[in-house]
Structures are given as structure tokens and as C-alpha cells.
């Protein structure tokens, strides 16, 4: 494993099934009432992603590696429609201290994405938080208590290709930048499909 010297820039990095603008919208106007009462610090819709692998620090000089993971697992795995996931309820985590959408069942593809993409960073040297997947999207931080309704109108997420995605801790809180894109659908099964 290939340790960061204190001088060497790093980067805080992240595998993530991204949504466009309007499904993080309309995820955040779902659960707007229950993050209210959850007592939290609620993340910015732009931010809201589904973590697939987490990297944490990487020196910038291995940057390209971790984007030849995505390229790899991409081109290991297309698929001829779009992944889905579909949030119906919601759960807060008092451990990790977030209110969270989770997705009904997990779906296989996603599952299968995130474990290889864990296995290919630790078998590279990197370190990711090797936690089984669970599909959620963190809603609030800092949650003391659950809402009273944990329901929620389901809110269905599509993607037809997953990000490498860069933290960057600023005064306002996270900000997180797509740093790479990577297909998992055929361009011509996306036609077909749409």
C-alpha cells in the first residue's frame, strides 16, 4: 500500500452513481419535510449521489490509475438499459449520524459495480472503505433523531453510467466535482431504449 508523504498532494475521491439535476431534485422535494424535522445539517440536492466505492485521500500523481478502475470496470460490464434504483423509504442511521433514502432492493448490477471497483483499488494499492454496498442516498448529517414519517413516495433514479467524483472541503461544507464519466449502456441499446 502506497502511503501519501505529508508533502505530496492528495485528492479525496469517490466512485458514484451520479443522477442529472432532475432527479436530485426531485428527491430533495420528496424528503424536504423530513430532513426539516430530523433536526440534521441537509446536503445540498446538487450533491446528493449514491457512493458506489470510497477512496478517500489518493495522491494526485495516481490519479490516472483510479481512472483506469472506471475505465476497466465500464468496459467489464455494459449493459443494454440503464440501471435503476427506486427509493420508497427512508432511514436514519444513528451511528453515522444521517438520514438516508434507501433503495427498495438492491439491484444486482449496482452490487456487483461496487464490489468490483472496491476489489480493484485494494488490489491497486489504494484503500477503499470496504463496507458492503447498500444503495442510499444521505439526505442530512449531523441527525440526533428520526423523522416521525419514514415514508416516502417512491422516487425513481435511472443511470446509464456511473462518475469519479472529487471532495473538496470548503467553508459552506462539501463540494464535489464529476472528474471522469464512464458508460455502462451501449450507445446504440440507449437508443433502442429511449
Not at 112 to 124: C, M, Q, V, W
Request: aromatic letters at 6%; one cysteine or more; hydrophobic letters at 45%.
Amino acid at each position: 500500500m502506497i502511503q501519501p508523504h505529508s508533502s505530496e498532494p492528495t485528492q479525496r475521491l469517490f466512485f458514484a452513481l451520479w443522477p442529472g439535476e432532475e432527479g436530485r431534485e426531485a428527491l430533495a422535494h420528496a424528503t424536504a419535510q423530513a430532513v426539516r424535522h430530523s433536526g440534521g445539517r441537509a446536503v445540498p440536492a446538487a450533491n446528493l449521489h449514491v457512493t458506489l466505492a470510497f477512496l478517500g485521500s489518493v495522491l494526485q500523481r495516481r490519479v490516472p490509475q483510479v481512472k483506469q478502475l472506471g475505465t476497466r470496470a465500464a468496459a467489464d460490464r455494459p449493459q443494454q438499459r440503464p440501471l435503476e434504483l427506486r427509493f420508497e423509504s427512508l432511514a436514519h442511521w444513528p451511528r453515522q449520524q444521517i438520514l438516508c433514502a434507501v433503495a427498495v432492493e438492491e439491484n444486482p448490477i449496482a452490487v456487483a459495480l461496487a464490489a468490483a471497483l472496491k476489489d480493484a483499488a485494494a488490489a491497486s494499492g489504494f484503500t477503499p472503505d470496504l463496507k458492503p454496498f447498500r444503495a442510499h442516498v444521505t439526505l442530512a448529517r449531523k441527525v440526533a433523531h428520526a423523522p416521525r414519517e419514514c415514508a416516502l413516495r417512491e422516487i425513481l433514479w435511472r443511470f446509464d453510467g456511473f462518475a469519479l467524483i472529487d471532495s473538496r472541503t470548503e467553508t459552506g461544507g462539501p463540494v464535489y466535482s464529476v472528474l471522469e464519466s464512464y458508460p455502462l449502456v451501449k450507445a446504440e441499446s440507449a437508443r433502442e431504449s429511449a
